[in-house]
């Protein structure tokens, strides 16, 4: 079957046309074309020109934020003499189980309301017992009402009897650092380079070179440097070293170290010291020092004698501080003699004593039944009774002498700092962890504990407990006053 016929020139014509039609669309064309292939490309590529959209702005976790106002005051309130007084059967029914010696001896024991003063618990209250360390307490009163909170003392570098001699002068400080002074410490407060540094810009500014000669003044103290009456094996032990006024670290090679050799001469081993900063910042100057050094032979603090230089010890008030909490023998008889001097008295171990119980009896504490052969502890010679104890614990927490507050810091916490950090661990004594602060004392037959707590109603309670004639080393006797203790700190005893 043939096809229809067309006109002729038809194909012609429309192969013409379509031709002119094609070559007339095809820029319209290929610019399509490249307008498809470029968008996706383009949309590869503009994050290169233009940048990532920007993110969401982070917010600061609300802890993160500074405070918009200051937090409450948190804190214990002040004690209210409304708290409910414990009943004294209650509070003997709680010590006297617990109270009792491992082996031989026997305890004494006083409990009085800090406020009212009236005595909740009464086991021989007035006898003498030997103290041990707890006489330190008495110390601390006396060196704060003799002495003064604020006090410091001098150590001082006087001219000596030529241009060339130079005279360190012990004042009683005896925590002084062989190192530049330490104004936030106790122990190390003054320093011998920084006295060293002094001296040699006065000596500068005197005109004075060459050689320089160190003797040492250390005649504030009088009579025997160590006490008779202390045992040889504690002096060998290092509970207490021969006393001048002034030492390095509390008479102490190490200040780290609380027993061991302790120097026999502190003034001398304190000059030697110095001796050595001396020659070290005198070095750029000009200055020589000779070797070794002498004691000076007369008082060299009178007739006006140029001081050349001077570091002041940290306050009486810390020094008992520390005292307290380390219970520390050396510093202690120091603190002692210092307030003989305050009041006139020899510096002596006489002195000493008798300076203690003048401002016992000052403070209204009967003292005619008491003796005193130190003012440590260290002695067994000496007898003191638990009310007076607790007197003395009372006149510093709650008595009429603002003064003795500053010894409220140096009490040990029990658990937590000085001489009771080791102890309030186990069951039957953790419930006073934190809470009891007491004055320790530990001699081979003798165990005190004398301080403060707040019981379980909020009243403030002050308490002694001495145990004499013990079982050496019988570990139940420390736990039994730290027991006693305890319990009164958990006491609603109503």
């Known amino acids: 079957m043939k096809d229809t016929a067309r006109p002729a020139g038809f194909s012609a014509a429309f192969k013409g046309g379509f031709g002119r039609v094609s070559r007339a669309w095809q820029p319209v064309l290929l610019t399509a074309l490249f307008v498809v292939l470029a968008l996706p490309a383009g949309w590869l590529i503009a994050p290169a020109f233009i940048g990532p959209p920007p993110a969401a702005t982070p917010q600061t976790p609300a802890w993160q934020l500074p405070p918009s106002a200051l937090s409450a005051r948190q804190g214990l309130p002040p004690l209210q003499d409304t708290a409910p007084l414990p009943l004294p059967s209650a509070v003997s029914a709680q010590l006297d189980p617990v109270l009792t010696p491992d082996g031989g001896g026997s305890f004494t024991g006083l409990v009085q309301d800090a406020l009212s003063g009236d005595v909740l618990f009464d086991r021989g209250g007035a006898e003498n017992r030997i103290p041990a360390s707890n006489m330190k307490l008495f110390t601390a009163v006396a060196a704060l009402r003799a002495l003064g909170p604020e006090h410091r003392f001098s150590t001082r570098v006087l001219a000596g009897s030529n241009p060339n001699q130079v005279v360190l002068t012990g ?76 030492a390095l670290n509390s008479a102490r090679y190490n200040p780290a170290a609380t027993t061991g050799p302790r120097p026999q001469d502190s003034a001398v081993a304190a000059a030697e010291a110095f001796a050595t900063q001396l020659r070290a910042a005198g070095a750029a100057a000009g200055l020589t020092v000779a070797a070794g050094v002498g004691r000076s032979t007369a008082s060299a603090g009178t007739g006006g004698t140029p001081v050349l230089a001077e570091v002041q010890s940290a306050t009486v008030a810390e ?95 029990a658990g937590l700092t000085g001489t009771l950090d080791v102890r309030y661990t186990d069951a039957g004594t953790a419930r006073g962890a934190g809470l009891v602060r007491a004055k320790t004392g530990t001699l081979n037959t003798v165990i005190a504990l004398s301080g403060y707590v707040v019981d379980a109603d909020g009243r403030l309670l002050v308490f002694s407990f001495i145990g004499n004639g013990l079982t050496p080393g019988a570990a139940g006797n420390r736990e039994a006053v730290d027991r006693a203790a305890a319990a009164l700190a958990a006491c609603g005893c109503r």
């Open 319 to 413: 020094q008992v501080g520390l005292m307290l909490e380390t219970s520390d023998n050396y510093l202690a008889e120091v603190l002692g003699r210092m307030a003989a001097v305050a009041a006139g008295e020899p510096a002596s171990n006489g002195g000493a004593t008798a300076a203690v119980r003048a401002q016992l009896t000052e403070l209204g504490i009967t003292t005619p039944t008491m003796q005193f052969a130190d003012v440590s502890g260290l002695a067994i010679g000496n007898q003191a009774s638990a009310r007076q104890l607790a007197d003395v614990v009372r006149a510093i927490t709650t008595g009429t002498d603002p003064r003795l507050r500053a010894a409220l810091d140096g009490f040990p916490v």
């Open 171 to 246: 004042g009683g400080d005896v925590l002084l650092s062989n190192a530049e002074s330490a104004p936030e410490q106790v122990l190390g407060h003054a320093g011998l380079a920084t006295l060293a540094a002094a001296t040699v810009a006065a000596l500068q500014e005197n005109g004075t070179t060459g050689e320089l000669t160190v003797l040492v003044d250390d005649s504030l103290f009088s009579g025997p440097a160590l006490n008779p009456v202390w045992a040889d094996g504690d002096v060998a032990a290092g509970e207490v070293a021969p006393l001048f006024p002034l």
